[in-house]
């Protein structure tokens, strides 16, 4: 079990690779462990909030971090992009 020391490092971590990809516009909440050495990460971006799941091992290096951090926001941005156009198409007809 991790000490919340050692979730505060998991989420430092995120935080500075979700920079490093240029995502400062994606804000990183709760960081819970989860049994099998996974996290639950809590991720927002505007009204948009989505929990993905990490391997806290996948987050050890910067480039496999990055790769995961990387894969781990393509739902939530996917579901700003389809908001993005479902208003775009919206004032269009107004």
């Known amino acids: 079990m991790l000490t919340h020391k050692e ?22 909440g ?3 462990e989860k ?7 809590a ?3 505007g009204a948009h909030t989505q929990t993905v799941e990490v391997r806290i ?8 971090a990055r790769t995961t951090m990387g894969r ?5 941005s996917k579901a700003i992009e389809k908001e993005t156009i479902e208003t775009a198409e919206r004032l269009a007809r107004e």
């Open 7 to 28: 979730l505060e490092g998991c989420k430092r971590v995120i935080e500075e690779t979700l920079t490093a990809l240029g995502r400062e516009d994606v804000g990183v």
């Open 30 to 32: 709760d960081v819970a």
């Open 35 to 41: 049994s099998g050495g996974m996290l639950a990460v």
């Open 43 to 45: 991720l927002s971006r």
């Open 57 to 64: 091992d996948e987050l050890r290096g910067k480039e496999q």
């Open 72 to 76: 781990a926001i393509i739902g939530l």
